[in-house]
């Protein structure tokens, strides 16, 4: 068995095996290797039923009461039962596990370990337990166990294939020399990257696994920045394209149906005065989703087009690719621009590629918009003199450089919604000069917020129905696509036919995840979109999305487990027309105190004085519990938890470069390698 060797080449993982993790990405052991657990939990000592309280993780010892039931809704399940340990008794439900029915027959002594939850005629429920027999329990009891994202794989089969691939005695390639990881607190600089990586999966302590997860995050950061540094110690100094006229772009600016905001106002002189340079203009817009930074691009991209060069807006998604060109070409006709757009994305079928890349490359096309299809090695540009690409984090920094790669120099501006601490951008957007938008348009509404617990749902579903029959329309966000065996979050598959038991027939209610094929997922936003769908129940899909100006209201469900910063980005999904909003945050932690976290929420729609609080609050992470998603995520490394890790490698890539300005030392030939096949998230 080699790193390289398929998944195959683990005992146990058949062909069905290796085609369900291809379809995460994994497909050599080394990916195994490498595919961290999403959270972990400490398996607890055996308790008392009678003394359980609603929300806390425990395991008990309990006989199968009752015959098991087993109801049916669409695809999902849920199969229930009594349990009792003599002290007092409760509800165990499993969902999608039917097959469960035959083993937990009347009579049966299980250890159940799963999360305490009120039921809703009263009692205690026990839901989504894992099984033990006694003995089994005993001997894992008090020991941190890995918890994998929920997949077609089971955990146990999981586990044991992740076990087989250290146990056949593979090396990772370790880019980073002792002289590098020196900084870091003892136990992690001593541990190698293999070390490291097989701790992040089977710690034996809390104190080995903080010291495995800091030294791969450290990795994780330190290749960031200097791929971010390399690529800006090669920008050219001067050759770019500059772009000295710009009569048409400021007569369009006077014409627009609205008065720019003083923010944009300022943005728009420094993006104009980059555009006048020979340096190529590097430039990032932040702002609040609504906040004007899409005029601003098509001000630039008028520019370029005024002085005989083309631009291209590459955008995150097709839905939004498609959106972009229907109003920026709207707008264009409005105004009389005789400027031609063209749209290439990956669904366009060939012919259709085929006629586009030819009107791009012949400079018939003055603007392209489209997505990762733009970057196809099939594409050339006559004259490409600008590059603007939306949600900026949401592209690597080399997926940038490689559309700019297709021009002469080309200044580039990206755009992104993602409000961070004034600090950590510093650091994280060093290679960019920053444009920061903090007004909101006039007209937009403020968006009401709250946040409620799960008994008040009810009240939220009558709030929808009015909204619905005033012919508005609704998202529901759930963090789950469906349920999995580790955890009881709510997911968007069991919501969706709840809610048809909910709200009348009449109600069209639609669902959108990830896991969709592309072509299926622009149906279900478009549908939307056209408001052929009243409630759309969706995962964090949406965050990156198209405007929907009718949809007024949202509910996040399991808001406890989501960042600041991501919370606020999907609220920014609704506010985008002229009626009131609201924004609903769901506590499911079953705490009796208010999550000061969230209440954030409530006071505050300014995104940068929310990133700023959650800065402030989320305090050093949470080893035992499920990750926190937010913006600009790394694979390991968190920028607000780990902040001081953050800026101890932004300083040690700085050191290093200053000694080894193009990484040629000899002992710095596989970071070197591995810092130019970086990828940062998308």
Partial sequence: ??????????????????????????????????????????????????????????????????????????????????????????????????????????????????????????????????????????????????????????????????????????????????????????????????????????????AQLRAARERLAYEEFLTFFLSIRLGKEHLPEANACPMPRQEAVRSLIARL?????????????????????????????QGDVGSGKTILAVTALVCAWENGFQGALMAPTE????????????????????????LLTGSATETEKRFARARIAAGVADLVIGTHALIQEAVSFARLGLVVTDEQHRFGVRQRETLGAKGECPHMLVMSATPIPRTLAMILYADLDVSVLRERPAGRQPVQSAVITPRQRAAAFRLMQREIDAGRQVYIICPLVEAGETSDAENVTDYTEKLREVFPPSVRIASLHGRMRPEEKNARMEAFLHRETDILVSTTVVEVGVDVPNAT??????????????????????????????????????????????????????????????????????????????????????????????????????????????????????????????????
């Fill in 553 to 682: 209201v949202m509910m996040i469900e399991n808001s406890e487990r989501f960042g600041l910063a991501q919370l606020h980005q999907l609220r920014g999904r609704i506010g985008r027309g002229t009626s009131p909003s609201w924004c609903l945050f769901v506590d499911a932690s079953g705490k009796k105190k208010k999550n000061e976290r969230l209440a954030v929420l409530e006071r505050s729609s300014d995104g940068f004085e929310i990133a700023e609080e959650d800065l402030r609050l989320r305090g050093p992470g949470e080893l035992l519990g499920v990750r926190q998603s937010g913006a600009m995520e790394f694979e390991i490394g968190d920028i607000y938890t780990d902040h001081s890790l953050l800026l101890l490698a932004s300083e040690q890539a700085g050191r290093l470069l200053s000694r080894d300005p193009g990484l040629n030392a000899p002992e710095h030939a596989l970071l070197k390698e591995t810092v130019l096949k970086k990828q940062p998230r998308d």
């Fill in 319 to 342: 839905l939004l690719a498609h959106q972009h060109h229907e109003k920026i070409t709207a707008l264009f006709s409005r105004l009389g621009l005789p400027i031609r757009c063209e």
């Fill in 1 to 206: 068995m080699e790193l390289t060797s398929p998944v195959t080449a683990i005992p146990g993982i058949g062909k069905k095996s290796a085609e369900e993790w291809a379809g995460a990405g994994i497909r050599t052991v080394e990916d195994v290797m490498l595919a961290f657990p999403s959270s972990y939990e400490r398996l607890p000592q055996i308790r008392e039923m009678d003394a359980l309280e609603e929300g806390e993780r425990a395991a008990v010892r309990g006989t199968v009461m009752t015959a098991p039931l087993l109801r049916r809704s669409g695809k999902s399940t849920s199969l229930s039962m009594r349990v009792s340990d003599g002290s007092a008794s409760l509800t165990a439900v499993f969902f999608n596990m039917p097959y469960l029915k035959n083993s937990l027959v009347k009579g049966r002594e299980s250890v159940f370990f799963g999360r305490v939850a009120a039921g809703k005629q009263g009692g205690l429920l026990l839901v989504q337990p894992k099984l033990f027999t006694e003995a089994q329990y005993a001997a894992i009891s008090g020991t941190i166990r890995p918890v994998y994202p929920a997949g077609a794989l089971t955990q146990k089969k999981t586990e044991k294939a992740v076990a087989a691939a250290f146990d056949a005695g593979l090396v990772l390639p370790d880019p980073l020399t002792a002289g590098l990881c020196r900084p870091l607190s003892g136990e992690a600089q001593a541990l190698s990257r293999t070390q490291a990586a097989r701790a992040m999966h089977f710690p034996a302590s809390e």
């Fill in 257 to 285: 149906p609205y008065t720019l905001t003083g923010a944009q106002q300022r943005a728009a002189e420094e993006i104009l005065a980059d555009l006048k340079g020979s340096r190529p203009m590097h430039r990032l817009i």
